[in-house]
């Protein structure tokens, strides 16, 4: 079946259209700048890039273009939208209102909307693409898959915060996690691999990329994960700082005038390996400069890496043990040297790095040792194939 996996944002719209017979990615894109001006980015499977300005006042000129793009005779991949048996749209929030993916209707959709005051940045803008959806394909299913659903799983001592109980009870205010997809998707996979079934396993998932989160999967279930209430909390990430003291805010607001809006935005914003290193959120740009003596972006690569392993540690105690650890996404992936700066913190675990196969990128490799007592893995993530099979499945 063809899948169209649709991701949303409040000026954006990502989109894939998948085979999930064949796993085939068939094309992909994105709108920008939706509400602004437009533009189209196209690519059909083993194509060029092609961009095209298109008024786009709404998301619904903009899947109205995607659509278009989709059939379009020369370089569309699709005859009719009849091609399409499904649409998954990825919702970041569904709180404790949804432990799996759903089948969307309005009573489904008034459910997540009841979820947009925990992530007021996302969750309307994924309704928004649900709706333009449903007015461009009417008969079609849309399916929703979350990204704090396979999170759900986590006992209550892992999700209550030291603060007082009514919180969680009259506002929901407890840990929900993010990224579930993939730590779903790659937890998976490295059962797969290791040839052992996924709940006989212990794996820590190492999700880093410009939002990175690391996740204890236990037995194939969440039983921790670093990213809290809202994706600010834990690693030091791209521009988020991760855990810090919250005295820091009164702190701030006391010596510079900082009110909530100004703090939050220096925290998700102006923060991470971009605000301590002044110069970017890239890894790239970070290893470029630390390769000329630079400092600061020496320093924001040594703290992510140590903030990783100290992670690492905590799930390590929290499922008693581990099997494997898997590294993912963007820097996951790619960064050879942000591995190596996290694998000597975990000589403990029996763990010592193979530097020929840590230089292999982007594919599915052991990098660890063979006589090592934990395999470290790198298991490339698929968010979107990943919604895919979901909608399938729930199909
Ligand atoms: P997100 O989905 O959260 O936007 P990604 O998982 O795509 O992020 O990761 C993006 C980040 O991955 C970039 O900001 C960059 O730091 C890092 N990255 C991508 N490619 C490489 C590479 N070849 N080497 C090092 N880092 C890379």
Redesign the pocket.
């Given at each position: 079946m063809n899948v169209l996996v649709i991701n949303c944002g409040s000026s954006s719209l990502k989109f894939q259209l998948i085979d999930t017979d064949s796993k085939d990615m068939l094309a992909k894109g994105i709108c920008e700048r939706i509400g602004i001006d437009g533009r189209l980015v196209y690519q059909k499977a083993g194509g060029e890039k092609e961009k095209s300005d298109k008024a786009m006042p709404t998301h619904n000129e903009a899947i109205k273009y995607v659509l278009e793009a989709l059939q379009n005779e020369a370089t569309g991949v699709i005859k009719s939208l009849d091609e399409i048996g499904a649409v998954g749209h990825r919702i970041v929030h569904g709180a404790e209102n949804f432990t799996e993916s759903v089948v969307l209707n309005d009573e489904i959709l008034a459910k997540i909307e009841e979820c947009n005051d925990l992530a007021p940045l996302h969750n309307p803008a994924n309704l928004i693409g649900v709706r333009a959806c449903q007015d461009a394909m009417p008969s079609t299913p849309m399916i929703g898959v979350f990204d704090t659903a396979f999170h759900q799983t986590m006992p209550e001592h892992a999700y209550i915060y030291g603060l007082p109980y009514e919180y969680y009870e009259d506002y929901k205010v407890r840990r929900y996690g993010f990224h579930g997809t993939s730590h779903s998707f790659v937890s998976k996979r490295v059962a797969e691999i290791v040839g052992k079934p996924v709940e006989d396993l212990k794996i820590i998932v190492c999700h880093l990329?410009?939002?990175s989160s690391i996740c204890a999967v236990k037995n194939g279930k969440s039983v921790d994960t670093s990213m809290g209430l809202t994706p600010l909390e834990g690693l030091v990430m791209?521009t988020r700082c991760g855990d810090v003291d919250p005295a820091i805010l009164e702190y701030l607001h006391n010596k510079k005038g900082f009110d909530v809006d100004d703090i939050m935005k220096v925290l998700n914003k102006e923060s991470g390996v971009y605000g301590i290193s002044k110069l970017s959120?890239?890894?790239?740009d970070l290893t470029d400069a630390k390769l000329k003596g630079d400092h600061k972006a020496t320093l924001a690569l040594t703290v992510f890496a140590y903030r990783v392993a100290k992670y690492i540690g905590s799930y390590v105690a929290a499922m008693n043990g581990v099997d494997v650890i898997a590294f993912t996404?963007?820097?996951g992936e790619?960064?050879e040297l942000v591995r190596a700066d996290v694998m000597p913190y975990l000589g403990y675990l029996g763990i010592e790095l193979d530097e020929e196969a840590n230089n292999i990128r982007g594919e599915e490799v052991t990098i660890s040792t063979k006589d090592s007592k934990v395999q470290v893995m790198v298991v490339p993530t698929n968010e979107e194939l990943a919604i895919a099979r979901e909608t399938v499945n729930l199909l």
């Open positions: 990329g410009n939002g791209g959120s890239d890894f790239r996404a963007g820097i790619n960064d």
